[in-house]
């Protein structure tokens, strides 16, 4: 059989991908569909996992009955709506302080990278739960400023969550490792050109940052949204994570109402996520694409 | 207060000076406060790591008196001997140890080739497959887990080490699909006349990715390698789901069950030594060895990313 050079091309392709695609069917999109079909069933677990069809009755369990899981639900969004943007701004703001000439670069950049490295989930829960992470936000300098005082002054009833916020907040900072590294190569990826260029037409300084670093540094903060919110919405202290697997695999196993309540999940991340994919046409500038 | 800022702005600049691409400030009063700034985040960041390491070495007499603050009076090291006795150290080294490294070599290889065939090959419908590697991502485990769990205990795989690195192999597993991101973004960067070259030589695109292609990956192999372990070793969701029998617990799932395992040791006395400075040595005992790889290689962790232009 005789190929053209554009089909031997695309079966050299096939082959280099084809463990993902096939991992992808076993590991991801099989048992993805099979969740959806389960979510419409019951499971019993002693005669060999047998399905039972109940149509949506698990989706208005989980809705109208279960008191846990629409609360659950609407924290575990909350918190990643508090926690990005206090990861991205903090990342940011590290990232660019990392990024001048100053002595013990290597020293700042290691400790800002050391929780991705050791944050092991029952570790972490572990040293904050025994007072590490209240201990640290309660240290030296947050004391020099009656913090809570000031935010009970100015802000009245959104106090509360920016409290919550307060108490864990080491917790959220641990976090933002792997948001400083991408904003860092970012920077260093800008071409001190550009600078160069701008500042001979007379850019002030502020120009600068707002025309220059944020544009081209867009894309990066795009990636870092997604990851932040994928992080969020599965880091071991997500309440939803102990909710589903307690639903499955403690009590009266059920496996059909967990897959349902999986399934919910995965949906309001697909939204949140789509809407910040969409709406980052407008937001995320892409330098050498033209049209 | 508010003048005296007022005017610094005036005179030096008019933003926030380390906002601009790396350029030192002349300025002695933003330079004392950068590295204020700075070492405080630092020692936020540190201070959980500094209290288990200092707590970890006192005896509860020590913990519990006020006038012994970090420093405790003398190095007490039967907390880690009772945590190592605790989580059955050995045997959850080894099992946590083969998990991360079968894992990490087996995301290496198929992430890569992965990689290589979605960044630098051109096929039918190579975008659509490539969107799916970036749905995969935020699918996350909490769906797929029930199937999942009935397939597995279906292929005996429960209490095995298979659902941790079979997956692996067909670049799955824990972020797989980052891994998969990264080498894609690594080789669409690389310049094509050496492949060219190759192909002029008649090497074949097997030949060409291992011999040519791979060998010029070290960074985006170093980051893949790195943190594949890292986050093997300290995923708890998962070995939580499929190991039962505590002689085939990693050392995070270790620390969960420490106190009735302590018990046995003990026979019965757990309750007298179960307390926080024994909880931090058993902590230190889960953190140390990713903590050994990151000191070694602390340049590649934070340097590679940047090289391996997945920022692009």
């Given at each position: 059989m005789k190929l053209t050079l554009n089909q031997r091309r695309a079966l050299t392709g096939f082959m280099f991908i084809s463990p993902w695609f096939v991992g992808f069917l076993l590991f991801m999109a099989k048992p993805f569909i099979d969740s959806f079909w389960i979510s419409f069933n019951t499971v019993d677990m002693m005669a060999g996992f047998s399905l039972k069809w109940v149509g949506f009755q698990n989706y208005v369990e989980a809705f109208t009955i279960d008191e846990r899981f629409v609360p659950t639900l609407i924290r575990a969004v909350r918190d990643m709506c508090v926690n990005v943007p206090v990861i991205l701004v903090f990342a940011l703001f590290t990232a660019f302080l990392t990024n001048q000439d100053l002595i013990g670069r290597a020293f700042f950049r290691g400790v800002f990278f050391l929780p991705v490295v050791i944050a092991s989930g029952l570790v972490v829960q572990q040293l904050f739960s025994q007072g590490a992470g209240r201990l640290a936000s309660q240290s030296q300098t947050m004391q020099l400023i009656d913090v809570p005082g000031l935010i009970y002054m100015y802000l009245g009833p959104a106090a509360q969550i920016v409290n919550d916020l307060l108490n864990r907040i080491v917790l959220v900072l641990w976090s933002s490792g792997i948001q400083i590294l991408l904003y860092l190569a970012g920077l260093q990826g800008i071409s001190s050109s550009l600078y160069e260029a701008a500042r001979c037409d007379g850019a002030t300084d502020w120009e600068l940052f707002w025309k220059i670093t944020l544009p081209m540094l867009s894309p990066i903060v795009l990636v870092n949204v997604i990851y932040s919110i994928v992080d969020s919405f599965t880091d071991r202290f997500n309440p939803m994570l102990d909710l589903i697997r307690n639903y499955a695999f403690t009590g009266q196993f059920r496996l059909g109402y967990a897959a349902a309540a999986g399934w919910v999940y995965f949906i309001v991340i697909f939204l949140i996520i789509l809407a910040v994919v969409l709406s980052s046409r407008r937001w995320v500038f892409y330098a050498g694409e033209r049209d | 207060m508010a003048k005296v800022l007022d005017n610094l702005r005036a005179r030096t600049i008019d933003a926030p000076w380390f906002l601009i691409y790396r350029r030192r400030t002349e300025n002695l009063f933003f330079q004392v406060l950068m590295y204020l700034i700075l070492f405080n985040i630092a020692f936020t960041f540190l201070y959980p790591v500094l209290y288990m390491v200092s707590t970890a070495f006192m005896t509860i007499e020590d913990f519990v008196d006020p006038a012994v603050y970090w420093i405790p009076r003398t190095l007490n090291w039967d907390n880690f001997h009772l945590a190592f006795l605790g989580m059955n150290y050995k045997i959850a080294l080894k099992n946590s140890l083969i998990i991360a490294l079968v894992a990490a070599v087996g995301q290496l290889v198929?992430?890569?080739?992965?990689?290589?065939?979605?960044?630098?090959?051109?096929?039918?419908?190579?975008?659509?497959?490539?969107?799916?590697?970036?749905?995969?991502?935020?699918?996350?485990?909490?769906?797929?887990?029930?199937?999942?769990?009935?397939?597995?205990?279906?292929?005996?795989?429960?209490?095995?080490?298979?659902?941790?690195?079979?997956?692996?192999?067909?670049?799955?597993?824990?972020?797989?699909?980052?891994?998969?991101?990264?080498?894609?973004?690594?080789?669409?960067?690389?310049?094509?006349?050496?492949?060219?070259?190759?192909?002029?030589?008649?090497?074949?695109?097997?030949?060409?990715?291992?011999?040519?292609?791979?060998?010029?990956?070290?960074?985006?192999?170093?980051?893949?390698?790195?943190?594949?372990?890292?986050?093997?070793?300290?995923?708890?969701?998962?070995?939580?789901?499929?190991?039962?029998?505590?002689?085939?617990?990693?050392?995070?799932?270790?620390?969960s069950i420490l106190q009735s395992s302590l018990n046995e040791v003990t026979g019965g006395q757990a309750g007298e030594f179960f307390n926080e400075p024994l909880i931090m040595a058993a902590c230190q005992l889960v953190v140390v060895p990713p903590l050994i790889l990151y000191l070694f290689f602390q340049r590649h962790f934070v340097e590679s990313i940047e090289r391996t232009g997945l920022v692009d």
């Open positions: - | 198929s992430c890569a080739m992965a990689g290589y065939g979605f960044g630098r090959i051109r096929f039918p419908g190579r975008e659509f497959l490539f969107l799916l590697v970036i749905f995969t991502f935020i699918v996350p485990p909490q769906t797929i887990i029930v199937p999942l769990f009935i397939l597995y205990r279906k292929l005996g795989w429960i209490d095995t080490y298979y659902p941790f690195t079979v997956p692996t192999f067909f670049a799955h597993g824990l972020r797989g699909p980052l891994f998969v991101i990264i080498f894609r973004q690594f080789f669409r960067r690389q310049p094509w006349e050496l492949e060219d070259a190759a192909r002029v030589d008649g090497c074949g695109a097997l030949r060409t990715f291992f011999r040519i292609m791979l060998p010029l990956s070290k960074p985006a192999l170093v980051v893949t390698f790195l943190f594949s372990l890292v986050w093997h070793w300290n995923d708890f969701y998962e070995p939580m789901m499929y190991l039962m029998k505590p002689q085939n617990f990693t050392v995070p799932l270790r620390l």
